[in-house]
């Protein structure tokens, strides 16, 4: 008994330290000087789907406190007001960890059209904050670019995460005997 709940636990460790690892090596490739000084479409934000992605399938691997930190020390690697995006994005991950046992048995399709709408009120949020407070904000075209190049970046995401991380979606059956279920 002991051996399976050291197993278990193992693999939930595991989980979380591949997770940082590829939020981190997401961040690593967006900070290279790879555009060579062009101004181009803004890109997906891989890491807001990787997390998603990941929080579907795998919620108890990736803790609350552990998004805040990966996305907090997102935003000073990529100068952007200190703590905003990141509590916009433990907010909207809560929300989405919150409602995970109702999504779990619905297709595809619809945990997409889900997360899209959650990654619009998000980045609709942080647009509201940030008019708030006054900052400077980017134009409304390359924020629904970035919102479109994500949204169409999601199922690219789930795919990849999925035949190379094994990251698939736990069904019903397998919930309830992890312990997962609500």
């Not at 690593?28 to 000084?37: D, I, K, S, V």
Request: charged share 15%; proline share 6%; hydrophobic share 55%.
């Amino acid at each position: 008994m002991r051996q399976m709940i050291e197993g278990a636990r193992g693999r939930m460790l595991a989980g979380t330290g591949l997770f940082c690892i590829c939020i981190l090596g997401l961040l690593f490739m967006r900070l290279l000087p790879l555009n060579g000084g062009l101004v181009s479409w803004p890109g997906p934000d891989l890491g807001l789907c990787l997390t998603f992605a990941w929080l579907l399938r795998r919620p108890a691997q990736v803790p609350a406190l552990l998004i805040a930190a990966l996305f907090l020390l997102e935003d000073v690697m990529l100068y952007r007001p200190i703590g905003l995006w990141a509590l916009i994005v433990l907010l909207g991950s809560e929300s989405a960890r919150l409602r995970e046992h109702r999504w779990r048995e619905h297709p595809f399709m619809v945990e997409w059209l889900r997360v899209s709408i959650l990654i619009g009120l998000m980045m609709l949020g942080y647009r509201i904050a940030q008019v708030l407070v006054l900052l400077p904000v980017p134009a409304l075209g390359q924020v629904m670019l970035q919102y479109i190049a994500t949204v169409a970046a999601y199922p690219l995401v789930v795919v990849v995460a999925r035949w190379t991380l094994g990251l698939r979606r736990v069904s019903p059956a397998d919930a309830d005997k992890l312990g997962w279920s609500r």
